[in-house]
């Protein structure tokens, strides 16, 4: 098993990929909305919502979810305890079923506040085939500092 990064590892200013792209099918946001958010643009195509939106469109907390999904990745690389906080969600443009859909990830800063914990601040995108960000978002996360004893860089 590879070593996680610690907090102090995490290079500040670095983008990470956050890997292939995924795609949504009708029958995905259409079975997460009728769960989640059963608003008539996300599950019925008829629908005069849907037919503003040019077609069923995925809801927001599903993009949301889609892009957790892909900072997974890279949160699973790291000493992570927990999210913290969620901030500046902006919906830029609607996702609607095949689009191809890759995510991005800038660390902001990181803030130690004990000595075993920091707060990661970072931005992320999800964004189209088209390099179009559909979603930005500013997200913090707990990550685990190294043992004050680790002189090796705690990897």
Same mark, same amino acid.
């Given at each position: ?5 610690? =907090? ?12 292939? =792209? ?10 997460? =909305? ?15 919502? @849907? @037919?503003? $939106? ?9 993009? /949301?979810?889609? %892009? /957790? ?5 890279? %949160? ?12 500046? =969600? ?5 996702? %609607?079923?095949? /689009?191809?859909? $890759?995510?991005? /990830? ?6 130690? %506040? ?14 189209? !085939?088209?390099?179009? !960000?559909?979603?930005? *978002?500013? *997200?913090? @996360? ?14």
């Amino acid at each position: 098993m590879t070593a996680r990064l610690r =907090a102090e590892d995490i290079p500040v200013g670095h983008t990470f990929d956050l890997g292939d =792209a995924v795609t949504l099918t009708q029958a995905e946001i259409v079975a997460f =909305a009728n769960d989640w958010d059963p608003q008539d643009f996300h599950v019925d195509e008829h629908s005069p919502g @849907a @037919a503003r $939106h040019g077609g069923v469109i995925a809801s927001g907390i599903q993009t /949301m979810a889609l %892009y /957790m999904r892909l900072a997974s990745r890279v %949160y699973n690389g790291w000493e992570i305890v927990a999210g913290r906080t969620i901030r500046d =969600a902006e919906f830029l443009h609607p996702v %609607y079923a095949g /689009m191809r859909l $890759h995510g991005r /990830m800038t660390v902001e800063r990181v803030e130690h %506040y004990s000595p075993t914990r920091s707060n990661v601040t970072h931005v992320g995108a999800l964004v189209d !085939e088209d390099e179009r !960000e559909v979603l930005t *978002l500013r *997200l913090e @996360a707990v990550v685990l500092r190294r043992d004050p004893g680790d002189e090796g860089g705690g990897r």
